[in-house]
Nanobody, 122 residues
Framework: VQLQASGGGLVQAGGSLRLSCAASGFTFANYAIGWFRQAPGKEREWVSCIVNSDLRTYYADSVKGRFTISGDNAKNTVYLQMNSLKPEDTAVYYC????????????????WGQGTLVTVSS
């Protein structure tokens, strides 16, 4: 099983980035993919989730209206489009997979990818 997160980088406040999470080794359509982030000195925070079977999406209040999660089951890839970025969005972003039919922040995920660093300068 592998989850490969990519797309992080340095961007100015107000800018955009698109993260990708490429998955392999499990039945992608049977899983939900979540995005989490962890800023220096802070606890890991749930950001968003998509249920691959029906593409329902969920967002944390802190990113609602600015971030959009989407999935491509043909490519076993989930994307996180991040717009109107703020310095407080700076963190290492991780994707994870869990066998859920719906998402809640407290869910326990089975598989985790390595992180990709997003830095938003003011």
């Amino acid at each position: 099983v592998q989850l490969q997160a990519s797309g992080g980088g340095l961007v100015q406040a107000g800018g955009s980035l698109r993260l990708s999470c490429a998955a392999s080794g499990f039945t992608f359509a049977n899983y939900a993919i979540g995005w989490f982030r962890q800023a220096p000195g802070k606890e890991r925070e749930w950001v968003s989730c998509i249920v691959n079977s029906d593409l329902r999406t969920y967002y944390a209040d802190s990113v609602k209206g600015r971030f959009t999660i989407s999935g491509d089951n043909a490519k076993n890839t989930v994307y996180l489009q991040m717009n109107s970025l703020k310095p407080e969005d700076t963190a290492v972003y991780y994707c994870a997979a869990g066998p859920f039919l719906f998402c809640t922040p407290g869910r326990s995920y089975d598989y985790w990818g390595q992180g990709t660093l997003v830095t938003v300068s003011s």
